[in-house]
Each structure stands twice: as structure tokens, then as C-alpha cells.
């Protein structure tokens, strides 16, 4: 089991950052590809950023590239979503996740992933 605790989400205005983290706990962070997804209120959970377990790989939504940037600190079990040029359209509910990927389409795909965690609310207003 891996335990996945996400924090940093919260109201900004459009155009502002926000840094989300999440927290991992239980077996070795390292053996795991992290994604971040998000989901509006009336729409499917998206896929937003992953991150491969050595952090030589990372992916991105075409929304969100070039604003966002998904890391890692492997040692801290520890895997974050820097947020820029925030936009009204950011807002959702943020959530990590955690998987054993093998393919680089799967990265995208949540059921790729095994773990979840409980979210963090992130809202832009414009």
C-alpha cells in the first residue's frame, strides 16, 4: 500500500502560482511513476502532469504545458506541482496519484495508476 497526502491547494487570483505537494508514505516511493490529475465539478478527472520514478521523464497536459512543472524528491518521498499563470479554468480539485508504469501512453491514463490520494481544492478566480 502507499499512502498519498496532497496539500497547497487554495484560492489565487488568475494570473497568480500556487505549489502543490504530495506525501508519500508506505513501500518505496521510488518504485512508483507519480501523476497529478484534476476534475471540475460536472466533468471527468483529467489527466494534468507525470513524473517517471527516476524524474529523468515528464509529461504534461497541452493545457497546462509550459505553466506547470512536476517534480520529485525521491529522498523526501515527496512529489510537487508548481502551478503558474494560473487560469480560471485550473480550478478543480487536485489529486495524486501513484503507479508501477511501464509505457509512456500509460502515463496518461488514470487507471494506469494503483494509489490515489484525497485531493486538494485549488480555485482561480478571475
Known amino acids: 500500500q502507499v499512502q498519498l497526502v496532497e496539500s497547497g491547494g487554495g484560492l489565487v487570483q488568475a494570473g497568480g502560482s500556487l505549489r502543490l505537494s504530495c506525501a508519500a508514505s508506505g513501500r518505496t516511493f521510488s518504485n512508483y511513476a507519480m501523476g497529478w490529475f484534476r476534475q471540475a465539478p460536472g466533468k471527468e478527472r483529467e489527466f494534468v502532469a507525470a513524473?517517471?520514478?527516476?524524474?529523468?521523464?515528464?509529461y504534461y497536459a497541452d493545457s497546462v504545458r509550459g505553466r506547470f512543472t512536476i517534480s520529485r524528491d525521491n529522498a523526501k518521498n515527496m512529489v510537487y506541482l508548481q502551478m503558474n499563470s494560473l487560469k480560471s479554468e485550473d480550478t478543480a480539485v487536485y489529486y495524486c496519484?501513484?503507479?508501477?508504469?511501464?509505457?509512456?501512453?500509460?502515463?496518461?491514463?488514470?487507471?494506469?495508476?494503483?494509489?490515489w490520494g484525497q485531493g486538494t481544492q485549488v480555485t482561480v478566480s478571475s
Open positions: 513524473i517517471s520514478r527516476s524524474a529523468t521523464s515528464t
Open positions: 496519484a501513484a503507479g508501477t508504469i511501464e509505457y509512456r501512453s500509460s502515463y496518461y491514463r488514470a487507471y494506469a495508476y494503483d494509489y
